[in-house]
């Protein structure tokens, strides 16, 4: 709620900047603004929560996705190194420096099976919420008219029936059949009209970001280490905490980890 405060904050100032600029942009904001091109007119508070919405929901499925990719890419050389290929030939095709578009995005057909493989291994979003509008029968039980449920779709990522061998990271299962994106069973990106509107702008991000990742840096599982390390500092704080509780110091706990923090910034 705190982070939402300082969020509308900063979009106020913005919508009554662009409200006094004459210059037109084409962006999002312009488009739920009006510009005068639209018939919808969205007062402040519902601009506010679109965007809200949006930049919820674009920034943790994607970066999230990203990280993971990056996992299962390190723990599967073989498949990294084929995935660099195809990012390779690519680049072959273009000038040094020229970015990449659409049609090379359409193009990475490996790169786009290993993000469903990692989606799905990894349930970057673990399910859907649905509100029944009429009285449910699924498999002999009512789901009676105005309950909300929630279908929780890592189960379903897991099922052997759908997936088999289903904790492999098997990204060739996307290639053998071309259909598994939109079969019914497949809720990586939701189902029927309230599936996700940022689907193939969330896999273009995951897919520009693998391109230069991959054909300009080489990484290793140092990165493990550090995780590890705060994992482990992580968990003596809170051991320490759950200590200084028992002993009724929680007080001079606090001021430690103020003067701690205080020091760690000061020293950079
Ligand atoms: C890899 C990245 C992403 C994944 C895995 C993902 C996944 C999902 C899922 C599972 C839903 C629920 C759909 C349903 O209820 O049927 C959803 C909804 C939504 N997503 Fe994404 N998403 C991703 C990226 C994005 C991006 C980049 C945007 C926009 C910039 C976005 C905007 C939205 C919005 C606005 C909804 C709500 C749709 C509605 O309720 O009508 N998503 N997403």
């Known amino acids: 709620m705190k982070g939402r405060k300082i969020i509308i904050r900063i979009l106020k100032q913005i919508v009554a900047e662009r409200r006094a600029s004459s210059t037109v942009q084409d962006n999002i904001l312009a488009e739920l603004l009006g510009n005068g091109r639209t018939k919808f007119h969205l007062n402040e508070e519902q601009i506010f929560d679109q965007v809200f919405t949006l930049l919820h929901s674009g920034y943790e499925t994607v970066s999230t996705t990203s990280m993971m990719t990056l996992k299962y890419l390190h723990d599967h050389p073989k498949i990294l190194e084929e995935l660099r290929e195809e990012h390779l030939a690519l680049r072959e095709r273009k ?34 919420l649905r509100k029944t509008v009429k009285d449910v029968e699924l498999n002999g039980f009512i789901i009676p008219k105005g309950w909300r449920i929630y279908v929780s779709t890592t189960n379903i990522n897991y099922d052997p029936l759908h997936y088999p061998e289903p904790f492999k990271f098997n990204p060739w299962r996307w290639l053998a059949d071309k259909s598994l994106e939109s079969h019914n069973f497949c809720f990586l990106f939701g189902g029927g009209p309230r599936q996700c509107p940022g689907k193939e702008f969330g896999m273009f991000l995951v897919s520009s970001f693998l391109h230069y990742f991959v054909t300009r840096y080489s990484f290793a599982a140092f990165l493990y280490c550090l995780i590890d390390i705060s994992g482990i500092l992580y968990a003596s704080t809170y051991i320490l905490f759950f200590l200084a509780v028992l002993f009724g110091q929680s007080e001079s706990f606090a001021k430690a980890s103020i003067l701690f923090a205080d020091g760690s910034k000061s020293k950079k």
């Open 95 to 128: 000038r040094p420096e020229e970015p990449i578009d659409w049609n090379d995005f359409n193009s990475m057909r490996f790169t786009r099976a290993v993000i469903l493989e990692a989606s799905r291994l990894a349930s970057i979003v673990n399910g859907v």
